[in-house]
Structures are given as structure tokens and as C-alpha cells.
């Protein structure tokens, strides 16, 4: 019973930036850990970053130094901060939330993200 909708997605050039958010609402307790993942035409969906509730995070080693993940726990809302973006870094863009015990996970819609040269 947990709704998660991201926003921000859109059209960008090579080298520009976006900035990609997540709105939870429903049943929102014991939040483990909130993060994006992506699906690349062709490709397997893929971790881009998370972070738990203690503000922990991990990236993917291709977007390490480039994008940044926040959380804002008042507003159960996560947000991925993303400079420098490369054609690779298309696709769709989901939301993903954990919570638990016992382990329960959600996914957002998805967010078009299209990076062109």
C-alpha cells in the first residue's frame, strides 16, 4: 500500500544536467532504503543509487562522481541529482522503495530520461 511517483524525467543534451524526484505516500513506515534504477534499451534493469534510511549510499560505478542521491525523510521523498550526463545514461528511470520486516519492495511508474548529443 505504498504509491510511489517520480517526476523530472525528460530531454536533455550531453553534458547538462537533471535532476529526477520521488514522492511516497501510502503506508509509508520502516523505510529500509530508497533509490532509482534504470533500464537501458537493450539492457537489464540496473542499480544507479540507493540509500537507507541511516543515509547510507551506493552508486553504480558508471555514474560515481556524476549523480547524487538525497533524501528527505520529512517528506518521504528521494531525489537523484544528475551533472554530466552521457548518451549511455538513457532510459527509464524507476523509483524504488524498501521497507520491512517483513521485506516488501515498490516501484514508481518509471520516468523517461533521453540524453542526446
Known amino acids: 500500500q505504498v504509491q510511489l511517483v517520480e517526476s523530472g524525467g525528460g530531454l536533455v543534451q550531453a553534458g547538462g544536467s537533471l535532476r529526477l524526484s520521488c514522492a511516497a505516500s501510502?503506508?509509508?513506515?520502516?523505510?529500509?532504503?530508497m533509490g532509482w534504477y534504470r533500464q537501458a534499451p537493450g539492457k537489464q534493469r540496473e542499480l544507479v543509487a540507493a540509500?537507507?534510511?541511516?543515509?547510507?549510499?551506493n552508486y553504480a560505478d558508471s555514474v560515481k562522481g556524476r549523480f547524487t542521491i538525497f533524501r528527505d525523510n520529512a517528506k518521504n521523498t528521494v531525489s537523484l541529482q544528475m551533472n554530466s550526463l552521457k548518451l549511455e545514461d538513457t532510459g527509464i528511470y524507476y523509483c524504488?522503495?524498501?521497507?520491512?520486516?517483513?521485506?516488501?519492495?515498490?516501484w514508481g511508474q518509471g520516468t523517461q530520461v533521453t540524453v542526446s548529443s
Open positions: 524504488y522503495l524498501e521497507r520491512g520486516p517483513p521485506i516488501r519492495a515498490y
Open positions: 501510502g503506508s509509508i513506515f520502516s523505510i529500509n532504503l
Open positions: 540509500i537507507t534510511s541511516s543515509g547510507s549510499t
